[in-house]
């Protein structure tokens, strides 16, 4: 019977995620595996692990094979209808997170493509454990046009308990939250927003990302067509002004994205938000 340590060193290039797959086929946490070289694995553990280390070493990515994903220090369901959570995209939550403190409950706050529910589910549970009045004045709706995407989505709200605070709603960008958002009255409108933005032949280029699904990748020709659609959609919904819309982009993108901005809203305060690599990943619109 292999011990752990005789797997610690099977290839360098995968170390990291042989620890998690060992980790995730033994039941064990992770601390607890790097202080027990000497732990045999049981043949069950030892046949998975096999399993699981060809996939991983045929392309499939870690998050997809064991299930799961950390986004934002919590743990989020993933399958192959959603984009794998990326780190980058925690700073719309800390965006987010800083728009509803400043403005003291009564907030709306949209996640349009939410996927996995990682945006909106880490804010909101962020929220509930900052101020309870926030949380309770706060209305939190998600959206995608995935139907299998969604379910995952209310699957991670429930096992955050969120489930009866956060509306997941099916349906193309804005449109399934128009009638939600005229019947309340919210004093403010946060809008979260990582569509699909890869141009078709950075899709190709990318072979991390084969496995993704083209729903959650694909923004046309240039990327941006959902980011149009979408601005084209709050220019025609003038009830939803006063907004503070964030979109996540691919840093070459931006200033076509801030002309489309323009030819929608004139009069419109722009910020290009960088990643900690320092690249413009975000383009922030507040229109008041
Ligand atoms: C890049 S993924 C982002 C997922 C998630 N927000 C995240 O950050 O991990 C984009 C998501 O947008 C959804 N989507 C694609 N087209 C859409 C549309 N027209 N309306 C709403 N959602 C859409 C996809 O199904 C996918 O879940």
Not at 221 to 242: A, F, V
């Amino acid at each position: 019977m292999p011990t752990l340590a005789d797997y610690f060193n099977l290839n360098k290039n995968f170390s990291r995620e042989i620890n998690i797959l060992l980790a995730f086929v033994c039941k064990k946490e992770l601390t607890w595996l790097l202080s027990h070289p000497e732990y045999k694995l049981q043949d069950q553990e030892e046949s998975k692990f096999t399993k699981y280390y060809k996939l991983l070493q045929s392309g499939v990515p870690l998050a997809y094979i064991i299930g799961q994903q950390s986004f934002y220090n919590y743990n989020f369901k993933v399958s192959r209808a959603v984009l794998i959570p990326r780190p980058e995209t925690e700073l719309i939550v800390d965006i987010a997170k800083d728009y509803l403190l400043k403005n003291q409950g009564k907030t709306a706050c949209l996640d349009i493509g939410t996927g996995s529910g990682a945006i909106i589910i880490s804010l909101a549970a962020e929220i509930k454990k900052l101020s309870t009045e926030i949380f309770k004045t706060s209305k939190f709706l998600a959206g995608d046009i995935s139907t299998k995407a969604l379910k995952i989505a209310q699957d991670n709200a429930k096992a955050h308990n969120l489930e009866d605070k956060i509306e997941f709603i099916e349906g193309n960008l804005l449109e399934p939250f128009i009638s939600t958002l005229a019947k309340k009255h919210f004093k403010s409108l946060f809008i979260a927003a990582n569509l699909p933005y890869l141009s078709p032949s950075e899709r190709q280029q990318e072979k991390s990302i084969t496995m993704e699904p083209d729903l959650a990748l694909l923004g046309g020709e240039d990327g941006l067509d959902l980011y149009i659609e979408l601005l084209q959609s709050l220019h025609n919904n003038r009830q939803l002004i006063p907004f503070h819309l964030i979109m996540e982009i691919n840093p070459w993108q931006s200033e076509l994205l801030i002309q489309s901005v323009n030819n929608n809203f004139p009069e419109v305060q722009i910020k290009k938000t960088s990643d900690l690599s320092g690249q413009t990943r975000f383009i922030e619109v507040i229109k008041k």
